[in-house]
């Protein structure tokens, strides 16, 4: 449930108003911009219509998954409001037509390792992104497209962002629409995604935050092999405890993988047990 309450007002100014799209997506008519009000930072985006219609169609769907929630209190959920630019103050109803997205500013969940000084606060961030994704599966959603950047810290918890790519549990889609170098062994064979690719996703993302090395590969027959032939884990001795929870999110046979976010977290409490 949003708590953004300012947005209707058309008498609200917007300080230093920044257009923050990449090159490539501003081409394609994605626009995202950074405001403030006052002491408060945001962050609006939208697609311009009759442009690249998948974008388009993909922001469309993301209005959708927020909207589908709006009567609910969700936890993973950064505070957001749907605005309609045609009820806007002139600043905004000039930027486009149509929906946007506003979401109060948040900053990366996963950052430099180094600020975390024990191996139990490293457990306690990872439970913290176990319980956000677990529960957006638990409403019965796949999120499609996790990336690091994707987990967020607003309000001194792990939320999640971008849904652009997001399905119902069991919904059947051919559409391949994700990262590469996040992507699980099986959608490189064409096959639907799933809890478990989300699960993948999330084992590559705390595999380089924990190493704090970056997977490389230049195209994307060189990320499938990576992904599907090549992986191999390896982390410094001190983090070794958790390993089986790495491992268990990135089985390259999605049989053999872990099969929830409740089974991925029955492996990280176990690390409790291998401290003593």
Same mark, same amino acid.
């Given at each position: 449930?949003?708590?953004?309450?300012?947005? *209707?007002?058309?008498?609200? %100014?917007?300080?230093?108003?920044? &257009?923050?799209?990449?090159?490539?997506?501003?081409?394609?008519?994605?626009?995202?911009?950074?405001?403030?009000?006052?002491?408060?930072?945001?962050?609006?985006? =939208?697609?311009?219509?009759?442009?690249?219609?998948?974008?388009?169609?993909?922001?469309?769907?993301? &209005?959708? *998954?927020?909207?589908?929630?709006?009567?609910?209190?969700?936890?993973?959920?950064?505070?957001?409001?749907?605005?309609?630019?045609?009820?806007?103050?002139?600043?905004?109803?000039?930027?486009?037509?149509?929906?946007?997205?506003?979401?109060?500013?948040?900053?990366? *969940?996963?950052?430099?390792?180094?600020?975390?000084?024990?191996?139990?606060?490293?457990?306690?961030?990872?439970?913290?992104?176990?319980?956000? &994704?677990?529960?957006?599966?638990?409403?019965?959603?796949?999120?499609?497209?996790?990336?690091?950047?994707? *987990?967020?810290?607003?309000?001194?918890?792990?939320?999640?962002?971008? =849904?652009?790519?997001?399905?119902?549990?069991?919904? %059947?889609?051919?559409?391949?629409?994700?990262?590469?170098?996040?992507?699980?062994?099986?959608?490189?064979?064409?096959?639907?995604?799933?809890?478990?690719?989300?699960?993948?996703?999330?084992?590559?993302?705390?595999?380089?935050?924990?190493? %704090?090395?970056?997977?490389?590969?230049?195209?994307?027959?060189?990320?499938?092999?990576?992904?599907?032939?090549?992986?191999?884990?390896?982390?410094?001795?001190?983090?070794?405890?958790?390993?089986?929870?790495?491992?268990?999110?990135?089985?390259?046979?999605?049989?053999?993988? &872990?099969?929830?976010?409740?089974?991925?977290?029955?492996?990280?409490?176990?690390?409790?047990?291998? %401290?003593?």
């Amino acid at each position: 449930m949003s708590s953004i309450t300012w947005i *209707f007002d058309s008498n609200i %100014q917007l300080d230093e108003l920044k &257009l923050r799209t990449k090159s490539q997506s501003y081409a394609y008519g994605r626009r995202l911009y950074t405001f403030q009000i006052g002491a408060d930072a945001y962050w609006l985006k =939208f697609h311009l219509a009759n442009t690249n219609q998948t974008l388009y169609a993909a922001f469309q769907h993301e &209005l959708s *998954f927020y909207q589908s929630f709006s009567k609910n209190k969700i936890s993973f959920l950064i505070d957001h409001q749907i605005i309609d630019f045609e009820q806007q103050g002139t600043v905004l109803r000039d930027l486009g037509e149509g929906n946007g997205l506003v979401l109060w500013d948040s900053v990366p *969940f996963f950052t430099d390792l180094s600020t975390f000084k024990t191996l139990e606060t490293i457990k306690q961030m990872i439970q913290q992104a176990l319980n956000s &994704l677990g529960e957006l599966h638990q409403m019965g959603w796949i999120h499609g497209d996790l990336k690091v950047e994707h *987990f967020r810290l607003y309000k001194n918890t792990c939320r999640l962002i971008d =849904f652009e790519q997001s399905l119902q549990l069991h919904h %059947q889609t051919h559409n391949l629409n994700a990262t590469p170098h996040y992507m699980a062994p099986e959608l490189f064979h064409g096959k639907n995604k799933s809890v478990q690719s989300d699960l993948y996703a999330l084992g590559i993302i705390l595999y380089e935050w924990l190493t %704090q090395m970056k997977l490389r590969a230049n195209s994307y027959h060189d990320w499938a092999v990576l992904h599907c032939q090549q992986l191999q884990l390896q982390v410094p001795k001190q983090l070794e405890p958790f390993l089986p929870l790495l491992k268990g999110l990135t089985q390259k046979h999605s049989e053999q993988r &872990l099969c929830s976010v409740l089974d991925a977290q029955v492996l990280l409490n176990d690390i409790n047990l291998l %401290q003593k």
